[in-house]
């Protein structure tokens, strides 16, 4: 009996909306719909992403944490030895139809099938 009491909080935790709406963001991006450029972006299970952007000579890296709120999923970068300089602070990609759009409006971050 106290096992189960224990063990309450945590399933309580892990049957959240939180997690449930996180699990189906988990996965590897690709941009489409923006003419000469190429970006991916990775969303981890454990809170993390990697992203690129490459676009004529510039190419832009960021790494850090990432989390999701009322169709938002916000990447916040974080200055790590391997991205010393991130190509952005914040940013925030408006999650519509399983697609991941950048605040621009222009193209999508999408999973391939």
Request: charged letters at 20%; aromatic letters at 10%; glycine letters at 8%.
């Amino acid at each position: 009996m106290r096992l189960l009491t224990a063990l309450l909080p945590l399933t309580a935790f892990l049957a959240s909306p939180a997690l449930a709406q996180a699990e189906p963001r988990i996965g590897h991006y690709y941009l489409q719909g923006v003419m000469e450029t190429g970006s991916e972006l990775l969303l981890r299970p454990d809170g993390r992403f990697q992203w690129y952007l490459s676009y004529g000579a510039l190419d832009l890296f960021a790494e850090g944490q990432w989390s999701e709120k009322d169709n938002i999923v916000t990447l916040t970068a974080e200055k790590t030895k391997d991205v010393p300089e991130p190509g952005f602070q914040t940013l925030a990609l408006t999650v519509k139809d399983g697609k991941l759009i950048p605040p621009d409006g222009h193209g999508a971050y999408i999973r391939p099938n």
